[in-house]
């Protein structure tokens, strides 16, 4: 193996696990971070350095931002992050759920057709890709890229306002 290749695999694979096993969500988001460089390093060792750095772009930009404005804005007391009483009745329904993906996922594994022949994949260039996102479709570009925001924003305004607990200030 590839001395390059193994310290991207540890940077990316050691980085996630640590973030799974923190209880700081601002850290586990940080770790988070380090990962996707890590398979934005990987994308550049592979030779597709576009996709590379849309991974940068996308995820280590936009979306970790929008993790930690939403890890920020959520954030609750340590009183009400206190365990509920009844946690350990929801062991059993988690199980179960996890079981009922894991049969679904092993059925899905195991009926899949291995013969198939391959098909021969369409070359797309980066400038063709690029034509097509500011030419024909740049308003539903446009449109996503509102909606995003205004989705964020939406959640700063629900997150903002003053919420008052006490029950002499109901009418």
């Not at 609750?76 to 509920?84: F, P």
């Amino acid at each position: 193996m590839n001395a390059v290749l193994a310290v991207i695999a540890l940077l990316t694979l050691g980085s996630a696990a640590v973030a799974m096993s923190l209880r700081n969500l601002i850290h586990s988001a940080l770790l988070l971070i380090a990962s996707w460089f890590g398979l934005a390093a990987f994308y550049l060792w592979a030779g597709a350095e576009f996709v590379a750095f849309a991974q940068v772009i996308v995820y280590i930009g936009a979306v970790s931002m929008i993790v930690l404005f939403a890890v920020l804005l959520t954030r609750r007391s340590r009183a009400d992050l206190a365990v509920a009483p009844d946690a350990p009745a929801r062991v059993v329904p988690a199980l179960l759920a996890g079981g009922a993906v894991l049969s679904l996922l092993a059925c899905a594994i195991l009926r899949t057709r291995l013969d198939v022949a391959p098909s021969r994949t369409p070359t797309v260039t980066v400038r063709q890709l690029g034509l097509q996102l500011l030419g024909p479709h740049t308003a539903a570009l446009l449109v996503v890229g509102v909606l995003l925001t205004v989705a964020l924003l939406g959640a700063i305004v629900i997150a903002a306002t003053d919420r008052s607990d006490k029950k002499e200030d109901v009418p």
